[in-house]
């Protein structure tokens, strides 16, 4: 997610700038372009139809790419922001998947099979981002005690 120490005095573009630097900002920026790219495709193909999805995940990507680049994910603390990206990520990943597969099965005009081969890339990129999400999700945890604490 974010960085645990936020510097206050910097801007918004500065903590955007810092933000774009990182692994995850980069992979969030990718997924933002690449959704922009699908819907693009989609749009410009004779059946419109498949936009959804390319919308939804460019409008969640954008949110939490902000979200993160701003801290704010340290400071709304009532929501595990892990767990909420992890399955953002790995539902668009599939969703992804799945959408390019029915439009390159389903034939199509140039825009359209051009936006299903992109939104495959673009799935593996979300479900290369859940992957590295994951990792992250995995807490260690102190061992239960065996005797009780009377020694009964």
């Known amino acids: 997610m974010s960085d645990p120490s936020p510097d206050q005095s910097a801007s918004c573009a500065d903590s955007v700038r810092v933000?774009?630097?990182?692994?995850k900002g980069i992979v969030?920026?990718?997924?933002?372009?690449?959704?922009?790219?699908?819907?693009?495709?989609?749009?410009?193909?004779?059946?419109?139809?498949?936009?959804?999805?390319?919308?939804?995940?460019?409008i969640f990507s954008t949110i939490f790419f902000f979200l993160f680049a701003l801290h704010y994910d340290q400071q709304i603390a009532f929501i595990h922001w892990?767990?909420?990206d992890f399955l953002r990520a790995a539902i668009g990943g599939g969703l992804f998947i799945i959408l390019s597969l029915v439009c390159l099965?389903?034939?199509?005009?140039?825009?359209?099979?051009?936006?299903?081969?992109?939104?495959?890339?673009?799935?593996?990129?979300?479900?290369?981002?859940?992957?590295?999400?994951?990792?992250?999700?995995?807490?260690?945890?102190?061992?239960?005690?065996t005797e009780s604490p009377d020694n009964i």
Do not use: M, N, Q
Not at 19 to 23: A, E, F, K
Not at 45 to 55: C, E, H, M
């Open 28 to 58: 969030l920026a990718t997924e933002i372009g690449c959704c922009l790219i699908v819907l693009i495709c989609y749009a410009a193909s004779r059946s419109p139809g498949y936009l959804g999805v390319a919308i939804t995940e460019l």
């Open 82 to 84: 892990g767990w909420t």
């Open 105 to 145: 099965i389903r034939g199509g005009d140039g825009a359209g099979i051009a936006g299903s081969v992109i939104g495959l890339l673009t799935g593996i990129l979300f479900a290369y981002d859940a992957f590295l999400t994951f990792p992250k999700l995995k807490r260690t945890h102190a061992p239960a005690a």
């Open 19 to 23: 933000y774009i630097r990182t692994r």
